[in-house]
């Protein structure tokens, strides 16, 4: 049997690092998944698709491509099935497993396409793809994203084994604290494995603070073990900041770094990495293997301390309070959500869904760690927050949102000065 994408990550024996990367132009996106495979690393590869394809826009993809026109992704539904296998041959292999990195809220024709292709693995979740990204209404995203579960346990090749990984950690990328993140990241788990997908992996987006997120990742751990079916063969992927950048190439090396970190300590086994251009431009070939080097040094470099267990401030217990919450409601993990989400017990922060509450806010506390301000109708009764926090002006808002920038970029300039 070939092996699959989470059993190869199972079985790496170190952190295994991943770029985000797609590029249009076939030749050049082989080139990319050829140097990600021989970099200095343990890797797995990446074809992450272009924001038309995302949208289901295909008309507009096969124009660009008509026309010459670069696009900010690989178009895998307008490109001939023979043509992406050409591009994967002799590349993706049981050494180099690859995943399709995509954001669309009704991907049922790109998992058509990627597994006609010969792949296997893919991401997104029916929360985690929809509320962020678009207006898309949840009721279809839930719909769209059975049918494309149940496509993707049909559809691929005999011998090999579908994977799954919600995007649930990432919600906006930055500002949502980590209960929910870690909650949303379980329950799309379980949506999976209940439309027939046993092999996933649960996700976090690095924040604000290592201690913090430290002890989500743990309670990420802890309650992926305990919500998911014995059957399931699952793993967890920490996310590199996916918010606002810092514009420095230190300061943006040096939060890499961190995430690096902050993944071996809190015992994930893959990483997606960012690069020192990500405040600028779409990332070169060059800088995406520079970032998974960088990050796969760190990793080796970094100890872990087996009797260190780090704080308890409640996110677990959080987490888990929105998790059984959910669940009561319905026996159907897409029913459950659907109903969650309408009554107000999952709402993310300074999210304009429509389907979204919209009651829940959050906040940076003085010691950089991410706080509720308002919990609206959420099942957790969160500690009071300082009078001053709860009305969030847009120059707080903006402000809050570059906080993690501001502080490498500001840490860069610090260690420039000094003798």
Known sequence: MTVSFGQFVASAGRLVVQPRMGFSDPRQMRSGLEHTKF?????????????????????????????????????????????????????????FPVQVRHGSSRPQRIIRALTAAGLDATEGGPVSYCLPYGRTPLRDSVASWAESCELLARLVEPGR??????????????????????????????????????????????????????EAIRALR????????????????????MGVYPLSAAGARRLLETSAELAVRSGAQRLI?????????????????????????????????????????GIYAEARTFVEAVLELHPDAGAALL???????????????????????????????????????????????????????????????????????????EARCIP
């Open 39 to 95: 970099a200095a690393a343990t890797t797995v590869g990446t074809l992450t698709l272009d924001s038309y394809t995302r949208v289901g826009d295909h008309d507009s993809a096969r124009r660009a491509v008509a026309d010459g026109v670069a696009l900010n992704g690989y178009p895998i539904v307008t490109y001939p099935v023979e043509l992406t296998r050409e591009l994967l041959a002799g590349v993706a292999d049981e050494t």
């Open 161 to 214: 084994v579908p994977h799954l990984e919600s995007f649930g950690g990432c919600m906006l990328g930055q500002l949502c604290p980590p209960s929910l993140l870690v909650a949303i990241s379980v329950l799309e788990g379980l949506f999976f494995t209940q439309h027939g997908i046993d092999s996933i992996s649960l996700s976090y987006a690095q924040q604000t603070d290592p201690t913090q997120d430290e």
């Open 222 to 241: 802890r309650l992926g073990a305990e919500f998911l079916p014995v059957r399931a063969d699952w793993h967890v992927v920490v996310y590199t900041y």
């Open 273 to 313: 990495v960012k690069t020192v251009a990500e405040a600028h431009r779409i990332p070169t070939i060059e800088e995406n293997v520079r970032a998974l080097e960088t990050a796969a040094t760190v990793a080796v470099m970094t100890t872990v301390d087996s009797a260190r267990s780090g704080p308890d401030t």
């Open 339 to 413: 109903a969650a989400f309408s009554r107000g017990y999952l709402d993310i922060p300074y999210c304009l869904h429509p389907d979204n509450a919209g009651l829940s806010r959050s906040y940076i506390d003085d010691a950089g760690w991410l706080r509720w301000s308002a919990a609206g109708r959420m099942p957790i009764r969160p500690a009071a927050a300082p009078r001053d926090s709860a009305g969030m002006s847009p120059a707080r808002l903006l402000s809050a949102l570059n906080h993690v920038a501001r502080k490498f970029d500001h840490s860069s300039q």
